[in-house]
């Protein structure tokens, strides 16, 4: 258990829905990280938020946003769905500033299905 | 924008085979660390290499970071099968940001 909790496990919507997925980071862990990872394919970097501000972003589309909350549990918004945006979407989080020398600690995901 | 290729995609072995997986960048690094992830489950951090020429072991696994710190390697010898899995490097580029390869899947045939 990396301490990192993510809501829901699973959620299945339709195209043009909208959904939220959760991340509780580890206790003490300010940086939150939003991957995507597409079946067999790699982890894709969307967005990192430290402290509540956003410090990196990667591929992330339009579509999509995220926001880090005083509590420091972030949310990532998933807008007008399509069919190609089914994937495993993890929440990473590190400790302090959450540079490059920090371990990423890695939730167990949220699977979404589009149909 | 920067990258860090890995190679390669897939590696199937025989158990008690070696793999190794490579990672190259085009850029010096200012780190390098390496997760598995296990079938079915969440990317797990392994190591982290900072130094030049840096060689870390961790039981049957040896990690390489070379010596312009724009390459690295893992070697596991005699795969066994709780070793399977994928296998992910990520270079810290200038930015403090991590940058991931593509993994590289261990499959070890029956």
């Known amino acids: 258990d990396s301490g990192v909790t993510q809501t829901p496990k699973h959620l299945i919507t339709a195209t043009g829905q909208r959904v939220t997925l959760r991340c509780s980071p580890r206790s003490g862990d300010l940086s939150v990280y939003w991957y995507q990872q597409s079946l067999d394919q790699g982890l894709q970097f969307l967005i990192q938020?430290?402290?509540?501000?956003?410090?990196a972003k990667g591929n992330i589309l339009e579509r999509f946003s995220a926001q880090q909350f005083p509590d420091l549990h972030s949310e990532l918004n998933l807008s007008s769905l399509e069919l190609g945006d089914s994937a495993l979407y993890f929440c990473?989080?590190?400790?302090?500033?959450?540079?490059?020398?920090?371990?990423?600690?890695f939730g167990p995901g949220t699977r979404l299905t589009v149909l | 924008g920067q990258q860090v290729m890995q190679i390669p995609q897939y590696q199937h072995v025989q158990e008690g085979e070696d793999f190794t997986t490579y990672c190259n960048s085009s850029t010096t690094l200012s780190n390098i660390q390496w997760y598995k992830q296990r079938p079915g489950g969440h990317p797990v951090f392994l190591i982290q290499?900072?130094?030049s020429g840096e060689v870390k072991k961790q039981k049957r696994l040896t990690f390489q970071f070379g010596e312009a710190k724009k390459n690295s390697s893992l070697h596991i010898t005699a795969t066994q099968t709780t070793d399977v899995g994928t296998y992910f490097c990520a270079g810290g580029d200038s930015n403090y940001q991590l940058i991931w390869g593509a993994g590289t899947k261990l499959i070890i045939k029956p």
């Open positions: 290499l900072v130094k």
């Open positions: 938020y430290y402290n509540g501000e956003e410090r």
């Open positions: 990473a989080s590190s400790g302090l500033a959450g540079g490059n020398y920090y371990e990423q600690f």
